[in-house]
């Protein structure tokens, strides 16, 4: 096993952003790097568990936004191109005809992998989502402790 170690906060809650970034991450726990994923604000769409949403102990604005947000990511939109969602169909059908994975795939093999899936605990209550209904791999920081990790991190990526 490697010492290397990447960080990636992970900012978009685009498809085709997500993809890059969880390839990234495979990849690099491939070659034995550790990994931590950082998620904030919108890129905490793709930590939502589609089965798990909840409405209870929300303000009107929460509950609103949760219900009109992603519920996960095979919901995210593409970040060009996405017509009403016709481009993001066109891109799942081409990766499809290539046998390429999708991005739950993806996530699944990180998990699976050992990335560190990280939320942050400010861009969680901005959003009035809760810690429940994320994947169960998540652990919430402030983002002093996503500094102490990014600061010793061989590579540093913000997506």
């Known amino acids: 096993m490697s010492d290397k170690h990447l960080n990636l906060l992970m900012f978009s809650g685009d498809y085709d952003k997500a ?34 949403m909840s409405l209870e102990d929300k303000t009107a604005w929460e509950k609103m936004f949760s219900t009109m947000a992603p519920r996960g990511p095979e919901q995210l939109p593409l970040s060009k191109m996405n017509f009403s969602g016709i481009g993001k169909n066109m891109l799942l059908e081409m990766m499809d ?12 093999g990180a998990r ?6 990280c939320a942050c605990k400010l861009s969680l209550e901005i959003m009035g989502f809760k810690t429940e ?18 600061m010793q991190a061989n590579m540093q990526l913000f997506i």
């Open 97 to 108: 005809n290539n046998k390429a994975p999708s991005l739950s795939d993806f996530l699944r």
């Open 19 to 52: 993809l890059a970034a969880l390839i990234i991450a495979n990849g690099a726990r491939d070659m034995g790097t550790s990994v931590t994923m950082f998620f904030a604000f919108w890129g905490l769409l793709l930590l939502r568990d589609p089965t798990k």
């Open 133 to 150: 209904e994320l994947i169960p791999e998540v652990e919430v920081m402030d983002v002093h402790k996503y500094l102490a990790d990014a």
């Open 112 to 117: 699976k992998k050992g990335v560190k899936f």
